[in-house]
């Protein structure tokens, strides 16, 4: 037996994965990953994937980098963790002064958690809680946009609105007003602005009709990643933002996977340049070393839960592993990487060549639409390019692509029937060639039945 089958088969015997229908392992094998370098994930007998999805969104300067290396490693031999509850350590404080300078302005305030579910659980929690605190109490519910993901504990799923991972648990959830969605694929012959006004008269009659009892709007600015990477024009944020001020209620912004730089700005509502009142952050925050997020917020909502201890209205939320000194020693060091390098102008060139590497496909008589926001890119295949017909989800055309494409050293990780590109900022010219053309042979394979 390989060392890869051995890793196999004792996986199999113990380990449950994520997303994954296990019983598709029985005959699509996983891959033992050895070791990491860069853009590349090399296996146990030397086979190299080129990791084009950043390992589900979350690295951002490749595997194995020296410099988060060396900082991780200094900070192991210091303190690799202390509750902070009653302490605090260097590596938070300087971290969430950091954000503080980074994010939108009017956020000053930095609640942290383990990872992105858990930081919308937060922003959920922390927005209910702040109008109880402020007397308002039948501010009880959430605006959410159709085909939205926030993440898959019960609160984000909640205001969430993708049915593969929402449906079966519907009856343990709250219940959120769903607004549609102003996703520019379903435009007609709009631009995308025009698109998303339109859109917007939704959200407006919702906030007029409700907003007495909505605590917050929760959007996913400029791309809804998890719901097939449809992506819309900043207008609507600049719009939504006046009508949550309009309207007395808060605006949370999921950028957990677009922030750092995947939107083309280092956060993806300075495009439409407005602040919302929490900031939820998570994935790219460590550069994909260790599990970290955090909910930033502003004054006034902090100054809502500051009081003397017997008037009970502190926000005691809390994780075991909040504000883990080695993930903010991670973050801090991803940090200096974006203030040390040209990161966002040269991810404006990577993304030029990412468009023009698959510029052959919007031709291509099932590919519905190439669309793009930054470092971000999708391509979506289509049963039927003039009547907008999709493929059955049964048929697993996206799952033809991975195949195609880790026999041919690239990782790619469909959603549906939507491939897409969101590699990691190290990622070189020639290997944006690669990954395109592996992914073009794909798509033609897939949809050549």
Known sequence: ?????????????????????????????????????????????????????????????????????????????????????????????????????????????????????????????MSFHYWHNRGQKAKTRFVTL????????????????????????????????????????????????????????????????HADEICAVLVEPLVQCAGNMRMYDPMYLQLLREACDEFDVHLIADEIAVGFGRSGTLFACEQAGISPDILCLSKGLTGGYLPLSVAVTSEDIYQAFYADYHQQTAFLHSHSYTGNALACTAALATLDLFSRDEVL???????????????????????????????????????????????????????????????????LRPLGNVVYFMPPYVISEDEITLMADVAIEGIHLATAE
């Open 345 to 411: 102008a040269r991810n404006r060139s990577l993304a030029k060549s990412m468009a023009v590497a698959v510029s052959t496909l919007s031709d291509h008589p099932h590919v519905a639409e190439i669309r793009q926001t930054g470092m971000i890119l999708a391509i979506e295949m289509i049963k039927n390019k003039q009547t907008h017909e999709a493929y059955s989800w049964q048929d697993r055309r996206g799952l033809k692509v991975y195949q195609h494409a880790l026999a041919n050293g690239v990782l």
């Open 146 to 209: 159709s085909n939205s993901y926030h993440g898959e504990t019960l609160g984000a799923l909640a205001v969430g609105d993708v049915a593969l991972y929402k449906e079966t648990y519907k009856p343990l959830l709250m219940q959120a007003i769903t607004v549609p969605s102003p996703d520019c694929f379903l435009r007609d012959p709009d631009t995308w602005a025009e698109h998303c006004a339109t859109m917007f008269e939704h959200m407006q009659k919702t906030l007029e009709q």
């Open 1 to 125: 037996m390989s060392i890869n089958d051995d890793y196999k088969a004792r996986d199999l015997a113990h380990v449950w994965h994520p997303c994954t229908q296990m019983k598709d392992h029985e005959w699509l094998p996983m891959i033992p990953i050895k070791s990491g370098k860069g853009v590349w994930l090399e296996d146990f007998e030397g086979k190299r994937y080129l990791d084009a999805i950043s390992s589900w969104w979350v690295n951002l300067f490749g595997h194995a980098n020296p410099y988060i290396n060396e900082k991780l490693t200094a900070q192991l031999a210091q303190l690799e963790h202390v509750m902070l509850a009653g302490f605090t350590h260097a590596p938070v404080i300087e971290l969430s002064e950091r954000l503080v300078q980074l994010t939108p302005e009017k956020l000053t305030r930095c609640f942290y958690a383990d990872n992105g579910s858990s930081a919308i659980e937060v922003a959920l929690k």
